[in-house]
């Protein structure tokens, strides 16, 4: 089978990429993930993964032309000598770029970026006794199935990405599973959460349906916000989740509103408000916890420290050694978390909830964790020395979990093994879902938005 690369949507304000250099050769064998090539756009070089396994038999845009995204670049096949159908129509290029596609490439060996950058590595924890917060064997096991769906949905979206499937862009979380499922498997029915631009798996760890997910990816109808919100404003407020708020900070003072809300209808339930460390930099976070604070509100204000905002790494941008120093500031109790052991997340979140709804106000949680991919699909994370990402991969928060519950007689591999089928089944059905659903129609253009 003939399989047609495409030039992916990485720019920011352009809609093209030029190719700097090929890094695999025609007749070579690719595996799904590899990189294929290294490309420029108007903001960043990055490599360029395939989609696809095969052979590379064709390359069809030359090193140094500039092309526009979804437009045919690679032919791979399933077999190395499988014939190919038709020819496939050359690339829109611009009008001064070289048009002669290449036909054999040379291939310079990949080149690392020199590491003068300290690397940002993880801090050791002693772990918390278990407490009255034991979890089940069942719920752990949920906990476990939660996480890789988180995982498995970023790494499906991806590819959706690459494919030239999915409008918009995308700002990914794996890496960052253990904070999401730990904080929400701590909340119970009628709590609410805020989220940030990167909500995905606070969404799926809330419990949204993964159909109502990808149908707001692929901007549809269907989708939790009627195809209208996107990958940054996803939610359901009747599900718990107001849609995710994309200006940095911009949830922390609707968290505190809302928590004012429950505290005034004299509810038990929480907010747990999610916000990156770039956020604790924004004047919303000093206003909307002084605020939580002083009026005792029930409230969780959790950081998830990965370490940069965007490119710019956190202690350059604070002078307190941890976010969660801050809470000092406030008056309030500030915690510091594994953020990729999901047990101590859950428990740290089950006591500060449980804090919250007794009406002894906000806790401060600082949770340490890391992307593992770029801040947005046109990042390639280049700030980020290799050893330090490699750190990090090491204390994966599913291969943690994944270890913890064999080891505890839990889990089996085998049993592993097929919640990963029965997830990769429930992706291809929520896929398939969202690209047969409509477009919103233009007669919804002005419903269920206030501006
Ligand atoms: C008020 C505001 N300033 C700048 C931006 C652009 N921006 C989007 S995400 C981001 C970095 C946020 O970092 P952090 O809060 O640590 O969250 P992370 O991306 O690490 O999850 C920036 C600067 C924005 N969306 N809103």
Known sequence: MKHTIVMPDVGQTTSEAKILRWLKSPGEKITKGDHLLEVETDKVTMEVESYVSGYLRQVLAAEGETISALSPIA??????????PEAPPPPASRADAPRAP???????????????IAPRL???????????????????????????????????????????????????????????????????????ITST??????????????????????????????????????????????PAIAIVGGGIPLATGQALAFQYLGKRNIVACFFGDGAANIGTFHEGINMGAIWNLPVV????????????AVEKVMRVEHVSDRAAAYGIPGERVDGNDVEAVYR????????????????????????FSGHSRSDPGRYRVPEE???????????????????EGHLQDSEASAIKAQVEHE??????????????????????VFA
């Open 102 to 116: 290449a036909k054999t490439i040379a291939v310079a060996p990949p080149v690392t970026p020199p590491s003068r």
């Open 197 to 242: 631009h990167r909500p995905h798996s606070h969404a799926i760890a809330r419990g949204l349906p993964v159909k109502s997910l990808m149908a707001e990816l692929f901007a549809k109808s269907t989708g939790c916000c009627h195809g209208k919100g996107g990958s940054m404003h996803l939610g359901d407020l009747a599900l718990g989740m107001f």
């Open 389 to 407: 990402v490699a750190a990090w991969k090491q204390r994966d928060p599913l291969e943690l979990y994944q270890k913890r519950l064999i080891a």
């Open 122 to 192: 993880p801090a050791e924890f002693v772990e918390a006794p278990a407490n009255e917060v034991e979890l089940s064997g069942n719920q752990k096991l949920a906990i476990f199935r939660c996480m890789l769906l988180c995982r498995m949905f970023e790494e499906r979206v991806y590819y959706l990405f690459l494919e030239g499937r999915l409008p918009g862009t995308v700002h990914q979380s794996a890496g960052q599973e253990a904070s999401a499922v730990g904080v929400c498997s701590a909340l119970v029915e009628g709590d609410v």
């Open 301 to 312: 204000y959790v950081c998830e420290n990965n370490k940069y905002g965007a490119s710019t």
């Open 427 to 448: 992706l291809d059905e929520a896929v398939q879902y969202a690209e047969a659903s409509s477009d919103p129609g233009k007669e919804e253009c002005l419903t269920d």
């Open 75 to 84: 032919i791979l096949t399933d077999a190395a000598e499988e014939e190919i």
């Open 348 to 371: 740290a979140m089950w006591k500060a909830g449980e804090r919250a709804r007794a009406g002894a106000g906000p806790t401060l949680l600082e949770l340490e964790t890391y992307r």
